[in-house]
């Protein structure tokens, strides 16, 4: 039995998240949807990670965005 049915999060990463948006979309498709610095500036998957996991409304853009991707 599904503990979580209401969550479609459940078990999946951020990093896993970040690592399918930045495959379907690249890191300058990504940085057009989601204005954040840590995508536009040198990114990389480590220091997008960091500010992610710091900055919660930043992390909730990420997951909407990720859900609304036809991608998992």
Request: proline share 7%; net charge positive; glycine share 2%.
């Amino acid at each position: 039995m599904n503990e979580h049915p209401n969550d479609p999060l459940h078990g999946i990463t951020l990093e896993h998240m970040l690592r399918k948006l930045v495959a379907h979309y690249e890191w300058s498709g990504l940085a057009a949807r989601l204005d954040f610095r840590c995508f536009q500036n040198d990114p990389s998957i480590n220091s997008s990670l960091k500010f992610l996991r710091k900055t919660p409304w930043a992390r909730e853009k990420l997951e909407a965005l990720y859900l609304s991707t036809p991608i998992h």
